[in-house]
């Protein structure tokens, strides 16, 4: 029977009845979890089919095993996203025979040993880009590239160090599309590594490294040397007695410049490296190849080479019983069954996850490339699906701890708040661990368990001492999963159960949106403008279990509130004081560290800050994450990365900037370089105050004359005159041995219809015309020659990358979701509504 499909429509409109008019749930969830076929055409129309896919399937594999749990009982467990959540890659995947793709939310790759080479680089490379279009996001260290500067036995005498390499694997992760986004990508490197300084600025330079997460994997030996202000030794390799590299650096120097990093970009994030080896369950088993080498994407999966792991959240608000009442309560009793059920669901998904791969390698293996081509990619998933079955590793999780906090009429970040998420997650812990064990007596443990290897681990010892009958049991029966537990972001999970994400509190109970209106219609009330004349409407949207306790404490809910009604409505509830801005910031770094203690991976957490903190605050708050036990941290400053929600108290208009349209005789310049078609172009910016202040493009070959290294991304433009009184414009770059080379007469090595161009671009550039206006103006040029108009699109590829990030694309529609939504991110155009990104 063929089944029947929905246009977008359809199921957009019968997603929305179902999330009770929440656009932004139904468009995520019809976006990026609605079945789908590789055409895009669309087999369920709301998430109660979705569930029963899901449900169905997992039913059909605990068919296998003693006691199986029915598909209506797990249907009770899924329906409405009330109590067990399987994210993101489980959600779209389970079920789907359109699609070949892996369940896993995540994986780690790495070379065995310490290799490297060339080789050993791009095969990373080429493994990285396998795994990313089956969707996962990956994450790899860079600790055994060897340090720049070092002998290499090849025509380039020494080695370039980290930096190009970490350039390469961004790249590679952006030219990955996976159904509307581009793939995740984590880059670590161990503090003892000679460049990690390198590693840390890396990203600080605008245009770099723009598709991966970079964090920095830090020793105990390092936090002691930096509180201390004494010197700390750096070496390549990183293990062994006998580096052939060693450098001693000042360790506070270090320790100041990411924090510093840190407060200005929110990146680097920190890894407490000794922490995360120590308190690791599968680094038990680190000589049969369980060594913890770098973490996912998002930081909450530390994973050896080649091992994954699937995520599944329990919605916390849903055990409140009588919530945001003075009858409220936590049934731990009902919790507890089902964390049972959610460890044995997720053991269920591996077996789940192991049909996928197989149908992996049938696909690859029925490819039409050669088997030198294919050998890669075969290797690759065997290698994942041996460490798969291997550990069985799973990654429970929760979300909504926020709302659950608040429900119960605790504020978050109090001492109050923190002792009750302790014990919530230490419940976790047992019952996780309790189901686990009673698997391995139902279905087996897990192929290398060993009791013996796990009796000094910190994390093991916790149980034991909480639960003595359940450590006896685990050794007499062993455990079925090397490891279960961890706290993902649940971003788009939590849209869809409507609740706080992760452990995080309410990012704002009351914040405003922007609908675009027609200035010209009498009945419209206009808000906002903004640079290029738009206008807008700003309305009211409250958080949704907010509503709840408005509901429950009868306030009206309605969206015309006045900000003084707001904030004093905001000032009587639960979550006053509780948002990720103005929790007690240190207090919310403790419980992490205490919740951490009943987590076998870790947690992604973010610690949210007004834009006014100082570095100092930074670097305390880092200080005290090690301290208090976390396994990682992340800091967002409040404006050092473009958000998408708006407070409630009104923007002041900036006045434009003009810029001196005076020529100075030299400018610093970029190289950018871009594909059109199966043309390769370059493009000189010259930059004033580092705003683009002119612009050479064209056809980048031997024939047009433009000879210029790869590895050359900067220089100057000279304003030159000849002997003869004319003007041309040189540009000058010093080569690998630090001589300066000059390519004469750029407005000469062009096509001169493109310099005529290009002067009436440079012209409005350098009367300071805002950017994405003069990409408005380029897009609209009305050219006849096929010629021009492939060189305009590079002039838009070109100057894309300057856009200030967060810059609304006006007049543009998202392909995906129809909402005038999109703005800019590191030149490429993303979709605040539904989460689309396009680049190039």
């Known amino acids: ?90 959600m779209s995947g389970i079920g789907n025979n359109f699609q070949i793709g892996s369940l896993s939310n995540c994986f780690v790759i790495g070379m065995d040993g310490s290799a490297d080479s060339y080789g050993g680089i791009i095969k990373i490379d080429e493994e990285q880009v ?3 279009k089956r969707r996962g996001g990956v994450g790899h260290d860079l600790s055994h590239i060897r340090p720049k500067g070092s002998p290499v036995k090849n025509s380039a005498l020494t080695s370039t160090g980290l930096v190009p390499f970490m350039e390469r694997y961004s790249n ?150 009588n919530p945001f009442t003075d009858k409220a309560y936590f049934d731990f009793d009902l919790f507890k069954q089902h964390i049972m059920l ?33 050998q890669t990619e075969l290797h690759l998933w065997e290698k994942i699906r041996s460490k798969t079955l291997k550990g069985r590793r799973t990654g429970v999780g929760t979300t909504a701890e926020g709302d659950m906090l608040a429900a119960l009429g605790l504020q978050y970040g ?76 649940t971003g788009t999970t939590s849209l869809m159960t409507q609740t706080t994400s992760g452990i995080e509190p309410v990012f704002m109970p009351v914040y405003r949106r922007r609908r675009k209106v027609n200035p010209n219609d009498p009945e419209v009330r206009i808000d906002f403008v903004d640079e290029s004349g738009d206008a807008y409407e700003e309305y009211v949207v409250f958080h949704h279990k907010f509503i709840t306790w408005m509901q429950t404490n009868g306030y009206e809910v309605r969206s015309n509130y006045t ?35 009943w987590v076998d991976h870790s947690i992604s957490v973010t610690i949210n800050l007004p834009s006014d903190v100082t570095e100092e605050l930074v670097g305390q708050l880092y200080v005290e994450a090690w301290k208090s036990g976390c396994k990682g941290c992340t800091v967002y400053r409040d404006g050092s990365r473009a958000g998408v929600l708006l407070a409630t108290k009104k923007e002041e208009k900036k006045a434009p900037v003009h810029l001196d349209p005076k020529r100075p005789i ?77 390519i004469e007469g750029l407005s000469d090595k062009f096509n001169p219809e493109y310099w005529n161009y290009a002067k009436l671009i440079s012209g409005v550039l350098r009367y300071g015309m805002p950017i994405d206006q003069v990409l408005k103006l380029v897009s609209t040029l009305e050219l006849d020659s096929q010629s021009i108009n492939t060189w305009k699109n590079g002039v838009e590829r070109a100057l894309k990358k300057y856009l200030p990030n967060g810059t609304k694309a006006s007049g543009q529609t998202c392909p995906n979701c129809g909402q005038e939504t999109l ?18």
């Not at 029963?52 to 899924?78: V, W």
């Not at 995360?276 to 996912?296: H, M, Q, W």
């Not at 030159?720 to 009184?725: K, Q």
Request: include cysteine; charged fraction near 30%.
């Open 563 to 597: 900000q003084e009604e707001i904030d004093e409505l905001v000032s009587k509830s639960p979550y006053y004081k509780a948002t990720s801005n103005d929790v007690d910031w240190l207090q919310k770094v403790r419980m992490q560290g205490r919740v951490q203690k």
């Open 342 to 374: 959610a460890q044995r669901i997720m053991d269920d998904i591996i077996d789940l996850e192991m049909e996928k791969i197989d149908k992996i390698l049938d696909k690859v293996k029925s490819d039409p490339e050669s088997d030198e081509v294919k």
């Open 1 to 90: 029977m063929e089944p029947k499909n929905y246009t977008y429509d359809e199921a957009f409109e019968a997603s929305l009845k179902y999330f009770k008019g929440d656009e932004l749930a139904a468009r995520v969830w019809v976006n990026k979890y609605a079945l789908k076929d590789s055409y895009g055409n669309i087999y369920e129309k709301n998430p109660d089919e979705m569930h029963f896919r899901l449900a169905s399937e997992i039913a059909r594999i605990e068919k296998k095993y003693p006691n199986p749990l029915t598909e209506e009982q797990l249907m009770g467990l899924f329906r409405d996203f009330r109590y067990i959540v399987p994210q993101g890659s489980p």
């Open 130 to 132: 396998q795994l990313m």
């Open 414 to 489: 109090t001492e109050k708040a923190t002792e009750f998420s302790e014990q919530v997650h230490k419940t976790l812990a047992l019952a996780a661990y309790r189901s686990s064990v009673q698997m391995a007596k139902e279905r087996g443990a897990f192929e290398i368990f060993d009791a013996k290897r796990e009796e000094k681990n910190p994390f093991i010892l916790r149980l034991k001492d909480a639960d003595p009958e359940l450590y006896s049991d685990m050794v007499k029966y062993g455990r079925r999963n090397i490891a279960c537990l961890t706290i993902a972001p």
């Open 172 to 321: 590679s992760t952006r030219e990955v599309a996976q159904d509307g986004r581009r793939g995740a990508l984590m880059l670590s490197v161990s503090i003892k590594h000679p460049d990690s300084e390198a590693f840390i600025d890396a990203k600080m330079t605008e245009g770099k490294v723009t598709g991966a997460n970079v964090s920095v994997k830090i020793s105990d030996d390092f936090m002691k040397a930096a509180i201390a202000g004494e010197p700390f030794v750096q070496q390549y390799p990183i293990e062994g007695e006998n580096p052939k590299v060693t450098k001693e650096v000042d360790a506070q120097v270090i320790w100041k410049k990411i924090v510093h990093n840190a407060w200005k970009s929110a990146e680097p994030g920190v890894l407490f490296w000794d922490t995360i080896t120590r308190e690791s369950v599968p680094d038990c088993y680190a000589d049969l190849g369980f060594k913890t080498v770098s973490t996912n994407p998002c930081g909450e999966i530390p994973l050896c080479p080649y091992d994954s792991c699937r995520l599944l959240a329990v919605n916390l608000y849903s055990y409140v019983v």
């Open 666 to 742: 030299e400018l610093d310049a970029d190289v950018v370089r871009f594909q059109n078609n199966k043309d390769k172009w370059i493009a000189f910016i010259g930059l004033k105050d580092g705003n683009p202040y002119e612009i050479f493009t064209g056809l980048a070959d031997d024939e047009e004359g433009i000879l210029l290294p790869k590895n050359i991304t900067k220089g100057k433009i000279i304003k030159a005159i000849d002997e003869e009184g004319n003007k041309r414009y040189d540009f000058q770059y010093r080569n690998k041995r630090g001589y300066k080379t000059t």
């Open 823 to 840: 703005i800019y991110q590191e030149g490429c155009l993303i979709c605040t509504s539904c989460g689309t990104s396009k680049c190039g």
